[in-house]
Structure formats: C-alpha cells, structure tokens
C-alpha cells in the first residue's frame, strides 16, 4: 500500500531521520502486549503537533491507514497496525512535561509523557496525580487517555476521564482542535473532550492533555482481611463502600491466585482462605484514618473476615501489597497462556459474577484465577490454557464468551480499563444494540470518513 514515493515525500514533511523502514524498527512496533503481531509498513516519529497534522493530511489525501501508539503496553491491540500502513510514535519526541500550574492546579502534557514521571513530578511541588495503572512505570498519559485507563486509586479517585480537562488533537483530515478548557466548569458545546477519552485512537492523534490535579495526601495506611469464601469478601466490598467506608483501592485475590503467589514467592500468605482483601486508606489527619479503618474493620468482620491486619510501617504496608502487585505473573503456574479479560460489574452484583465464574470454570475444565479492583467492580480473569494446546486455546475462548455473556446478563460491560481494540471487538455485538453500534459509526464516520485512523479497532 506505501509506496517508495510516500516514504520520500514524509521524509521531506518530517525530516528523514523520523521516518523509519528498516526491518528493526517495523518488527518493534508489530506487536504490542497482546504478543498478536500485525507489521506496519512504515513508522514514523512527529516532533510536534504541526508535524503530526502534516502527516494525517498526507496520509489522508492518499488513503494510507495510520495507527497511534504511546509504549505499546495495550491488553487489547489497539496500537496493532491490523489495516497495515504506517505506526505514529509519540514516544520519541512528545514526551514533555509543557507546564505545572500550581494555582490552577492543572499540567499540561505531551502525550508520550510516562504516568509515573508525571506522578514523580507533580508530587514534588505537593500535588497528586491519582490515576494509576499497573502500567504506569512504562504506559504514556497519551495511551492512558485513548483507552481511559484506571488503576488501583480508582475505587476513592476514579479514572482517567476524571482528570482531563482539555485536549489537543489533530483530526483525519490534518485539522488541530482544541476540546476542552482549564477551567473547573465548562458546558459551552458538545462534550469533544469527552468522546476522544477512550476513543483508541479512532477518531483523532491526541497532541497535548491538560489533568486536573489534586493536593497530595499526608497521610496513608495499608490493611488486610481475610475470608473463608469469596462471596464473604465480595458482600464486604460493596456493604463497606454502602456503608461510608471510602478507600483508595480494595483489591482482591481468589484462593487460586493466593495459592500462585504462595508458590511463587512464599510470603506466608493463608493458602486456604477463600479470598483476601486489600485496602489502603488515606487523608491529612490521623483521626480521619483511624475512622475509616474502624469502618473497614466493622464491615470485614460482619461478613466473615477471619483476620484483619493494619499495616505497622511501610514495610509491611509493601509486604502486604507484594502479593496484588504480583498476581500476574504469579497465575502462570496454571498455564502458559492467559486469557486476560478486564470486565467490569454492578459492585453488589460482584458475588454473583465470581460464582458464575467458579461454574463457568468447571463446565470447561480450566482454571480461572481472579483478582482485581473489586472497589470499583473490575474484575481481571483469566483463562489459564497450554498455548501448545490448539484445543485448549479453543475451550479457553469459549469460556471467555460465555464470561461475556454473563457479564453482559447482570449488567456489566465488556471492559473497565483495557479497552475494546482488536481482541473484544467480536463481541461489541452482544454488549451494544444495532442501533447504538450504528451512532458508533457515525460519529467515526464524521471524524474521519476516509477511515484511515486506526482501522478495524472497536468493531466498527
């Protein structure tokens, strides 16, 4: 599709040494997290804003599909190039930190500004970033914004789209827009900020994010609970957040995923409770801390919990997290190939979805191992199958669909923070109506009608 005429005319729009063909750099942005494959033709590195615009009106003008990608750390493919043509990389160039308004309590990025150093940053001068996902060390605010990622702070904080009052962003056609104000209210015109937010790159290339920021908390503190059954720790989560309790994060781990890090690691975790809870709680005075531990503590042990820890230090505070934060890795004692799904239920409809999981799990004859934000009802589960297995892969996905469906059933959705990209994109069907998939299309239809952005993602 790219021809060496559009290579040599993108190199006089750029600058040469911003547009790559070489074998290296198209087999580095081929793949993604998902470990899928799809090769670009090309990849290239705008310095600023004026030369994204420059190369999505070429790229328009001859029908040249073109993919935005911030580090690649995406579950779902959505900065694969599927349609081929060329990869868009911020990462290289659009990286800054433009402004830290202490007044206003805002920043303005670039959109291949990693989470973390923006969190580092802003913490310096006192301020607080929240949204924090498990990528964070290495994922761009850019990326963060297209999928509308979240984090463990969600349960207290929220997500992504709660923090970003402004964008800027270059349309199909090589049109800049500015969606949004750095102002606390702002309800002049349709909401543009908010229908880019999570919009994986389909509609327009985000080339800078203005995010609210918050005063940092002094203080936090860590605690645990353990459960003899799931659905003991699932009717504490919702019952402890109905009844004031308002943590930063509860996190959950299923025996199976606490059995996994115990083999791993040894951390003396108890492999034979049916579920852990973790919880860390914040403010600015001891008092307000000490209430809502009590709340915690109260709701735990009125649903079962066995054992309930406050952390004495930061040590034990990271010894206790140790055990989420490596949940991942920990599970592939099950299997050499996880299905990961990230959907996302009604809080009190949580005991149900992990009980439909546990028949779901023995119909097919694999383990599902779950853990997750459960503050906020995002539960991640995963399919352990033997990626040798071509009939356990195909078992895996027939459980994963069954998933869906359930989830669909008591009122879910299909994703709380990976996003639909290429892997969910079979199901939009089941989770949205025909004529809701019909306004999707639409509005990419007036964004971009040549469909040269990021094609094939999100079913449409």
């Avoid at 290239?44 to 030369?51: A, N, S």
Wanted: charged residues 25%; contains cysteine.
């Amino acid at each position: 599709m790219i021809e060496k005429k559009h290579i040599e005319d993108l190199k006089k729009l750029i600058g040469e040494e911003n547009v790559k063909s070489d074998k290296a750099h198209l087999l580095a942005y081929s793949y993604d997290a998902t470990r899928e494959h799809f090769k670009p033709e090309l990849v290239v590195f705008p310095r600023d804003e004026e030369d994204v615009s420059k190369i999505l009106r070429y790229c328009n003008e001859n029908l040249i599909p073109i993919v935005p990608r911030g580090a690649g750390s995406g579950f779902t493919g959505g900065a694969l190039p599927a349609k081929g043509g060329i990869v868009l990389a911020v990462e290289k160039h659009m990286n800054k930190i433009l402004e830290i308004d202490m007044e206003n309590m805002v920043a303005r990025v670039q959109p291949g500004v990693i989470n973390k150093e923006l969190q580092r940053e802003v913490e310096k001068v006192g301020l607080f970033y929240p949204p924090d996902p498990a990528s964070q060390e290495y994922s761009t605010i850019g990326g963060n914004v297209a999928e509308n990622a979240g984090g463990m702070r969600a349960a207290k904080y929220g997500i992504t789209k709660d923090y970003v009052m402004a964008l800027r962003a270059v349309l199909p056609n090589g049109d800049i827009i500015r969606a949004g104000k750095k102002t606390i209210k702002d309800v002049a015109g349709y909401n543009l900020a908010g229908i880019l937010v999570g919009s994986e790159g389909t509609l327009a290339v985000i080339t800078e994010i203005t995010l609210k920021l918050l005063s940092k908390p002094k203080l936090t503190k860590t605690v645990m609970g353990v459960f003899p059954t799931v659905n003991d720790a699932m009717n504490a989560v919702y019952k402890s957040l109905a009844g004031g309790a308002n943590p930063v994060a509860m996190e959950f781990l299923d025996n199976l995923t606490i059995r996994a890090v115990e083999e791993k690691f040894h951390k003396g975790l108890p492999i034979n409770a049916g579920a852990i809870l973790i919880s860390d709680i914040d403010g600015n005075v001891e008092e307000e801390i000490d209430y809502q531990i009590s709340l915690l503590e109260k709701f735990f042990k009125e649903n079962g919990c066995s054992e309930f820890r406050v952390a004495k230090d930061e040590k034990e505070a990271a010894d206790i997290w140790f055990a989420r934060r490596n949940a991942s890795q920990s599970i592939t004692i099950y299997g050499s190939k996880k299905i990961n799904e990230d959907v996302t239920v009604p809080r009190s409809m949580l005991p149900k979805y992990l009980e439909e999981v546990e028949k779901i799990s023995k119909k097919y004859g694999v383990k599902i191992p779950c853990f997750g934000h459960t503050g906020d009802g995002n539960v991640h589960t995963n399919v352990m199958v033997d990626k040798d297995d071509p009939k356990q892969i195909e078992i895996g996905y027939k459980a994963i669909e069954e998933i869906f469906k359930m989830t669909i059933e008591i009122g879910g959705t299909l994703s709380g923070e990976h996003g639909i990209g290429l892997s969910k994109a079979p199901f939009m069907k089941m989770a949205f109506s025909e004529e809701e998939l019909n306004l999707f299309r639409a509005i990419k239809k007036a964004f971009d009608p040549n469909n040269i952005l990021n094609p094939g993602k999100m079913g449409l």
